[in-house]
């Protein structure tokens, strides 16, 4: 017996999916051909010494990436109780321009990486330029994606429900919240048992 619902084999797959598993593998054997051809130019110990300085240098600045956010954050609370103020998770230290622990983090996790594009990535995004370009590209598409899906959709997210019989199959229906009491204003007897 079927509710109508589409089940999850008659969907399709989304693009991301399917051809990220696909992107990954091109970008695995892509290292592995630049890893060889620089081994066959410059000689094997060159590689290995390559790999090896990309590990320290991003080993490196994921440290110090870490402490400097963790010091942040304890500035951030040492000057919220201060002042006497609780704790606002929405209040930001304030910071110049390039200083993102995150993208930070995540150039010297490229630089972990072994291969060669990924140490060049890793590298890119230790330039404080490429940092704020990039910060500030993902935190616009972030508000765009919030604005759009805060439009209505939100309280539409409430509007469908599911409910699960005891027998286990699913009723779809609507849930409607009235704010206004009821048109009939007679006077309910109490329930007696």
Known sequence: MTTGAP????????????????????????????????????????????????????????????????????????????????????????????????LL??????????????DVLGLFLLLPPVRTRLSRSVERSLERRMNAASAGSFGGAFQQARMHRPDGKVVQGEVIVRDDPPADDTPRPPLTP
Do not use: C, Y
Not at 28 to 33: K, N
Not at 105 to 118: A, Q, T
């Open 7 to 102: 089940t999850p084999t008659a969907r399709g797959r989304s693009r991301a999916r399917t051809f990220l598993p696909l992107g990954i593998a091109a970008w695995l054997v892509l290292e592995i051909w630049l890893l060889t051809l620089v081994a066959g130019a410059a000689g094997g110990f060159t590689v290995f010494a390559l790999l090896v300085a990309g590990i320290v240098l991003g080993a490196v600045v994921i440290k110090r990436a870490g402490r400097r956010a963790f010091t942040n954050l304890t500035e951030t609370l040492q000057r919220q109780t201060a002042g006497g103020e609780p704790f606002d998770p929405r209040a930001q230290a304030p910071r110049s321009s390039g200083e993102g622990n995150g």
């Open 105 to 118: 983090m995540l150039g010297g996790l490229m630089l972990m990486l072994p291969g060669l594009i990924s």
